[in-house]
Each structure stands twice: as structure tokens, then as C-alpha cells.
């Protein structure tokens, strides 16, 4: 995830190029040919999918089939889509973004407003998280910044995500979640082990100024 200048830019509509029918109006980026993520001016902020979001994708694609699954900070939409793709049994999306929630509604998908875990009931199979993980920039406007920074040192947000969603998660479940090395990782860990799960990295990816890893997460 990189801080980007996408000032008043919103997702209008992320859509399977297998079913054309949307109301898009242009395209600005693609995930393998499979999806068109377009933006139209507004004075909302949603992340754009980035690299770290299509390191996700791809695990969930693997993860999703038959699952019932729950996208936390689902964004524009892409982590839910995915699991649609790849035949999940059930999928809830959640959001803190109005705009966002009502979007990824109209793509077909259950979708609520809620702070992480506020407004969530039941367990689930499948839990996913991209969650907002640089650190605190004071320079910052605070509307960009809650898609942004995880917090003071940037893990914060991914440590509260931990501790609720334990009580969400099957006992047979698993989740999915992104971490960068522009954060600690030894809270996380620790975090990890006092809640008696586990963890081990799926994939990581290089990039200029980090290295993003999908990890799997799960009971002990």
C-alpha cells in the first residue's frame, strides 16, 4: 500500500468483465482481465485495489469455494467479488464507509455498515482482512488516513481486528489477512499467540519500499 493522490475519487462500480452489463464509465485498472475497478469525482475516499489487494485476491480465490465467508473493510469490493467468483456458500461484506456498503450492494453482494466486528453476529468459515497498516503521518488529512494508517506505529487496527474476530471465527476457520514490513510484526505475533492461534505466510511480495505477505491464521 503506497499513500496515493486519489483526492475525491470513490469506486462507482467493480464489475466481471463475464457480465458486462454495469453502469461504468471508464476503466482505470483491471485484476487479470477479470475486473474493471472504476472511479467517478466525488468527496469520498475508497482504497483503490493495489498490489496488496490482488496478493490477497489471489488466496482468497484459493480459500473461498463452499465457505461462509465475512470480508471486514471490504473497500471497493474485490476480496468479496473474488469469493463470489470462486463459489463461497455465503458472503457478508462490511464496511466503515457508507458509500462503500451501499456500492458493494449494488454489485449483488450482502453488505453492512460496521466498525470492524461492531455490527457483525455468528462465525464464519473465512475471514478476511486488508486492513489499513502505515504508520500514523500527522501530514495526513483524516479522511485519507482511515484507508491508509493502521495507526500510531501502523499495526494497531490489524491488533483490534485480532482480538474480535476470534469469537466470529469456526473452529475450523481460517483468516486472511495482509501485513507490511513498513510495520511491526512482533505485537501482531505476540498478539497471535496469547489468543491461541497460528499462523504461517502464504505468499509475500517485494516492492520498492515494503514487503507485503498474506498470512493464514487459525486456530492452534
Known sequence: MSRFLAENHTLKCVVNLEHPKNECLSQTTAFKKEWHIVFLMTNNLIYEP?????????????????????????????QALTAKKAKAKSILAS?????????IKSLGIESIYSNLFSKIKGRY?????????LPEDKNEDSQSSLITSGGKKG?????????????HLKKSGIILIVISSLSPFERIESTLKGLNLKFKI????????????????KYN
Do not use: W
Open 50 to 78: 493495489s498490489d496488496d489487494s490482488f496478493l490477497l485476491a489471489k488466496q482468497v480465490k484459493k480459500y473461498a469455494k463452499n465457505k461462509k465467508v465475512l470480508d471486514i473493510g471490504s473497500g471497493s469490493g474485490i
Open 95 to 103: 464496511d466503515i464507509n457508507k458509500l462503500a456498503v451501499k456500492k
Open 125 to 133: 468459515d473465512l475471514i478476511i482482512f486488508n486492513p489499513p497498516y
Open 155 to 167: 499495526d494497531e487496527l490489524t491488533l483490534k481486528f485480532l482480538k474480535q474476530a476470534k469469537k
Open 202 to 217: 502464504l505468499e509475500s511480495k517485494n516492492l520498492f519500499m515494503e514487503r507485503l505477505s498474506v498470512l493464514e491464521i
